[in-house]
């Protein structure tokens, strides 16, 4: 016979881990904001935020409640009317791609959790996520491991002209193209938003006559002009987006015809963790899993990428593990046989 569980009483929940829950979703909301708002790079490049500092623009009193949020979560410390960094300010500066990506990015896909959670709901564009943030967030991710590991990847061997998947925002491209004179760049990315993104960063990094990006969807890619002359091929956390099996086979492959002058492909991705969640769970790896759960795109293991590179004519001649974000993996890759 099961005991049906009593009502707690409202003094046992209003303090302590649920409260904790509660609370700590809003100190999530506030990082992201306090992001976009630039709060967050005037308390790092600056030490301090005035709360009567004059912008106009901006609601002082929600500014106040955001502050707020960060203060319970230790980030920062307010004191006559002045916000400076607080214990935790450097660590949650450091991840505030991670809080950036999760709330502005994928907030209204986790507030329809419920709905597409049921399977007789996707059907068509079941979902919604801000790929402009997610574009955004993604990168403040990279920057803090993974674009440091390509840079010294890259420069191991000479190229020519380098094609980025899911380009994003385009700083890789602006990076590495700026700092490689005569060398070209193509960025392909399937959202409309980050494609005018990219358009945007590059013509301001000026390099506009030697970076193009077209809006294309890797998993059928058609023929990309210039794509003949591509050497390197790099993507970044979309990898995923290739599975089930069948089909990641069938894009590596399409990969090769594509570019099929490419000699390596750096391909990062998160793989999916194989152990029950913990004490010991990194940050980003719930979040992770939850959102492309949501999606209904398969996550594989290292395993599985490794079975998936055999079939498709690629050899992993090395595999980096990434720190940040955890469970992160480079994939160093080179062409084998032809494939049709």
């Known amino acids: ?5 009593q009502p707690a009483r409202p003094d046992s929940f209003v303090h302590g881990p649920s409260a904790g829950h509660f609370s700590s979703y809003i100190v999530a909301v506030a990082l992201s904001a306090a992001c976009e708002l630039g709060i967050l790079d005037v308390l790092a490049d600056e030490g301090a935020y005035r709360l009567d500092r004059d912008d106009r623009e901006l609601d002082p009193v929600v500014v106040e409640r955001l502050l707020n949020g960060l203060v319970w979560g230790d980030v920062v410390r307010v004191a006559d009317g002045v916000a400076r960094p607080g214990p935790g300010f450097a660590d949650a500066y450091a991840a505030r791609g991670y809080f950036y990506w999760m709330v502005r990015g994928c907030g209204a896909l ?3 959790a419920p709905r597409v959670a049921r399977r007789d709901q996707r059907d068509g564009a079941f979902y919604r996520r801000d790929m ?8 403040l ?3 803090t491991a993974v674009e440091g590991l390509y840079d010294a990847l890259l420069a191991e061997r000479e190229f020519g002209a380098l094609a980025d998947l899911g380009c994003g925002s385009g700083r890789r491209l602006t990076r590495v193209a700026g700092g490689r004179p005569g060398v070209r760049g193509i960025g392909v990315d399937i959202a409309p938003a980050a494609v005018k993104l990219a358009a945007r960063s590059i013509e301001d990094a000026g390099l506009a006559d030697r970076i193009t990006v077209c809006e294309a969807d890797v998993l059928d890619l058609p023929a990309i002009p210039g794509g003949e002359r591509v050497d390197v091929i790099t993507c970044s956390f979309m990898g ?3 599975w089930p099996y069948d089909r990641c086979v069938r894009t ?5 015809r594509a570019f099929p002058n490419a000699g390596r492909f750096l391909l990062c991705d998160v793989a999916r963790a194989t152990r029950r969640p913990g004490p010991d769970t990194p940050l980003f790896t719930l979040g992770f899993e939850l959102v492309h759960a949501l999606m209904g795109v398969y996550l594989p293991t290292r395993d599985e990428w490794f079975a998936a590179f055999a079939a498709s004519g690629w050899r992993c001649v090395a595999a980096h593990d990434v720190t940040a974000p955890p469970g992160g993996v480079m994939f160093d890759l080179e062409p084998v046989a032809a494939h049709g």
């Open 240 to 242: 995923h987006d290739f």
């Open 252 to 256: 590596l492959r399409g990969l090769r």
């Open 132 to 139: 402009r943030a997610v574009a955004v967030g993604s990168h």
């Open 1 to 5: 016979m099961t005991t049906a569980v």
């Open 141 to 143: 991710i990279a920057d």
């Open 110 to 112: 986790f507030s329809e």
